[in-house]
Structures are given as C-alpha cells and as structure tokens.
C-alpha cells in the first residue's frame, strides 16, 4: 500500500513539471476559403497553419499560427500527451489504492 501512494505521489510531482499544454491538432491550410481578408488569400509559397480544437461545449475552435509559433504550438501538443499519460497512471494507481481500502 505504501509502495502505492509513494507511486501516487511520484506521479503528481510528474504532472506538476509538465508545464503548460494545449489541447488539439496541427493542420496545413492549402487551400482557398473564398471569405474575405482571410489569410489563404494572399499569394505567397507559405502555407498557412492552424491549430483545431474544441471548447467546453464541443465547438470547434480555429487558431491561425504564424510559421515562427509552430515549433511552440507542437510542443504545446506534445506537453498535451505527456499529461493524458501520466493522468491516466494516476487513475489506475488510485483505483489500485481504492481497492485496497486506503484512500487519501
């Protein structure tokens, strides 16, 4: 059991040093939209970025990065992954310690 909150322990401390995450995905905008003023109208060899995500109420959110936010915004993904996968350690230490009959 101790073994178990020790574990519990380690895998907050974890998950405090992530530091800041964003949840979504990275796509390539290549194509025209037709709306005005809007960023695939202009003629240049960048390609557009953006980063999708969904809010509380499951909307889609669209971001627009800048080429330079890039290696940021992915980072911010990856941050996003390592988070899910130590919560998601931290559910199964916590259920181990529930079954036990000792909780926090």
Excluded at 25 to 33: L, T
Excluded at 86 to 103: A, D, F, R, V, Y
Aim: hydrophobic share 35%; proline share 1%; net charge positive.
């Amino acid at each position: 059991m101790k073994g178990l909150i020790k574990q519990q322990k380690s895998l907050l401390r974890r998950l405090v040093q992530c530091g800041d995450f964003v949840r979504g995905s990275i796509n390539c905008v290549c194509g025209r939209c037709n709306r005005a003023n809007c960023i695939c109208e202009k003629k240049s060899a960048a390609k557009a970025y953006r980063l999708t995500y969904k809010d509380g109420l499951q909307q889609t959110k669209i971001v627009y990065l800048a080429k330079n936010r890039l290696r940021v915004a992915r980072q911010l993904l990856a941050n996003y992954a390592r988070v899910r996968n130590i919560i998601e350690q931290i559910i199964n230490t916590n259920i181990k310690i529930l079954k036990k009959g000792s909780g926090p």
